[in-house]
Nanobody, 124 residues
Framework: QVQLAESGGGAVQAGGSLKLSCAVSGYPNSRNCMAWFRQVPGKEREGVAA???????NYADSVQGRFTISQDTPKETLYLQMNSLRPEDTAMYYC??????????????????WGQGTQVTVSS
C-alpha cells in the first residue's frame, strides 16, 4: 500500500522560510514523478513544483526562484524548501506521486497517490 505523509508546515511571517517533507512508503517502482501541490478553500489544487526520478525539476512561475524541490531517494523522502514566503503562499500543501515521467507537468489529475496535506500560513 502506497502511503505519503507530509510534515513541516506551520505559521511564519512574510519573508520567512519553511521546509516541508513528504515520506513515501510502499511504492515499488523506481520510475516516478514526485510533486508538491497547494490548495486554498474554494480554489482548485495548483501545482507548485515537481521532480522526476532523473532529477529533472519543474516549478510554477509563482514560486520560481523562491522554492526548491529535492528528494532523498534512499530515504524515500521529498522536500520543498520555501524561502521568501508571501501571504499568497498560504495554503494546504500536498505531495503527490505520479507513475512514470513528470510530463504533463503539474497536472493534478495525472497523479496517482496523495498525502493528507500540511498547512502553511504566512502572515504579513
Amino acid at each position: 500500500q502506497v502511503q505519503l505523509a507530509e510534515s513541516g508546515g506551520g505559521a511564519v511571517q512574510a519573508g520567512g522560510s519553511l521546509k516541508l517533507s513528504c515520506a513515501v512508503s510502499g511504492y515499488p517502482n523506481s520510475r516516478n514523478c514526485m510533486a508538491w501541490f497547494r490548495q486554498v478553500p474554494g480554489k482548485e489544487r495548483e501545482g507548485v513544483a515537481a521532480i522526476g526520478s532523473d532529477g529533472f525539476t519543474n516549478y510554477a512561475d509563482s514560486v520560481q526562484g523562491r522554492f526548491t524541490i529535492s528528494q532523498d531517494t534512499p530515504k524515500e523522502t521529498l522536500y520543498l524548501q520555501m524561502n521568501s514566503l508571501r501571504p499568497e503562499d498560504t495554503a494546504m500543501y500536498y505531495c503527490g506521486l505520479k507513475r512514470g515521467s513528470c510530463f504533463p507537468f503539474l497536472k493534478q489529475n495525472q497523479y496517482n497517490y496523495w498525502g493528507q496535506g500540511t498547512q502553511v500560513t504566512v502572515s504579513s
